[in-house]
């Protein structure tokens, strides 16, 4: 208590030195959570190396898939490793990336064990952050002389054919919109406004193209207006891209799992430089995908209708190639 005390002294007023030693302390009591939960789970996994990856993202755990063979050899890893992911809802793409050892947590437990690396550093846990060594750095993931270690996806291109030809779309002349992400919600980035998506899907309509929508096609996401849905499994997105023959999609995990598709892809971002270079690079080298910087949320008519005549003459333009 004599350091939340020396802490709190700080403060000028006691309604400031109340909350700052509320928060120390909760800081101490988070780190000391997340120390005994690496324990648990170390104790779980003695013979492997433990990574840690801190937010709930899809796309994160391919990038790690790309790159977790350099990774290992940087850190002088020869062991198996256990990635500590949260939530189930990552047990899906962990599975489509050939992810053998993966141990699912609760989000606190991840942001405890997380607060616990930054204070007690890898000298005291054996603990390595995806984010800090692969997801981020892109020094590494831009080395000409590294090349992604591409997972082995799904491919059975008849099933996906008959998939789109169910919801009466023809392959080969089929645009996939996915409009939904997360990281953009999470930062309070700007996105699309629903009408965009219905406007770009009437413009490649009158193209001459069918239109569907990667969605769960219920209440949260609904298909966009006019189109059916479709939702494939994390290890089949590229190949239902290269297959329907296109797609416009919003940053996201899905735009990750497409990067290397043969369609005409167009990727939009609110802002280039928040999400890096690191993916643009990734599918500049070994994609079809075309990046899109939009301003704003596209509400204003005349300016999010040169967006949608672009995007479909950019499309339009791969397909006739």
């Known amino acids: 208590m004599g350091a939340i005390y020396k802490f709190a002294k700080k403060c000028e007023n006691p309604q400031g030195r109340?909350?700052?030693?509320?928060?120390?302390?909760?800081?101490?009591?988070?780190?000391?959570?997340?120390?005994?939960?690496?324990?648990?789970?170390?104790k779980q996994n003695p013979d492997k190396h433990l990574m840690l990856m801190p937010a709930n993202s899809a796309g994160d755990i391919l990038v790690y898939s790309y790159f977790k063979k350099y990774m290992l050899q940087r850190?002088?890893?020869?062991?198996?490793?256990?990635?500590?992911?949260?939530?189930?809802?990552?047990?899906?793409?962990?599975?489509?990336?050939?992810?053998?050892?993966?141990c699912f947590l609760p989000m606190p437990q991840i942001a405890a064990i997380s607060m616990a690396l930054n204070y007690y550093g890898t000298d005291r846990m054996e603990l390595t952050d995806t984010h800090k060594w692969c997801i981020f750095d892109y020094g590494n993931i831009q080395n000409p002389d590294?090349?992604?270690?591409?997972?082995?996806?799904?491919?059975?291109?008849?099933?996906?054919?008959?998939?789109?030809?169910?919801?009466?779309?023809?392959?080969?002349?089929?645009?996939?919109?996915?409009?939904?992400e997360q990281t953009?919600?999470?930062?309070?980035?700007?996105?699309?406004?629903?009408?965009?998506?219905?406007?770009?899907?009437?413009?490649?309509?009158?193209?001459?193209?069918?239109?569907?929508?990667?969605?769960?096609?219920?209440?949260?996401?609904?298909?966009?207006k006019g189109?059916?849905?479709?939702?494939?499994?994390?290890?089949?997105?590229?190949?239902?891209?290269?297959?329907?023959?296109?797609?416009?999609?919003?940053?996201?995990?899905?735009?990750?799992f497409t990067a290397m598709t043969r369609g005409a892809v167009v990727v939009l971002y609110p802002d280039k430089d928040f999400f890096g270079n690191f993916r643009i690079w990734l599918t500049e080298k070994y994609g079809n995908h075309y990046e899109f910087i939009y301003e704003n949320d596209l509400g204003d008519a005349v300016y999010r209708k040169k967006v949608i005549d672009s995007i479909v003459e950019k499309i339009s333009d791969e397909k006739t190639d």
Not at 231 to 251: D, H, N, Y
Request: with cysteine.
């Open 18 to 42: 109340f909350w700052h030693a509320m928060n120390f302390f909760f800081c101490q009591a988070m780190v000391i959570y997340g120390m005994n939960c690496y324990r648990k789970v170390k």
């Open 75 to 102: 850190l002088n890893k020869s062991e198996e490793e256990t990635l500590l992911l949260c939530s189930e809802y990552n047990k899906r793409p962990s599975m489509a990336c050939g992810i053998k050892n993966a």
């Open 146 to 180: 590294i090349v992604p270690v591409r997972p082995a996806f799904a491919c059975n291109p008849k099933k996906t054919a008959e998939t789109l030809n169910k919801i009466g779309c023809v392959p080969g002349k089929t645009i996939v919109l996915s409009p939904y």
């Open 184 to 224: 953009l919600t999470l930062h309070k980035l700007p996105k699309p406004v629903p009408e965009f998506w219905t406007e770009l899907s009437q413009a490649f309509k009158e193209r001459g193209f069918c239109v569907c929508t990667n969605c769960r096609g219920d209440e949260k996401e609904p298909a966009v």
């Open 227 to 256: 189109t059916e849905s479709v939702f494939p499994a994390f290890g089949e997105c590229e190949e239902l891209v290269s297959v329907a023959g296109g797609a416009v999609i919003i940053r996201s995990g899905f735009a990750d």
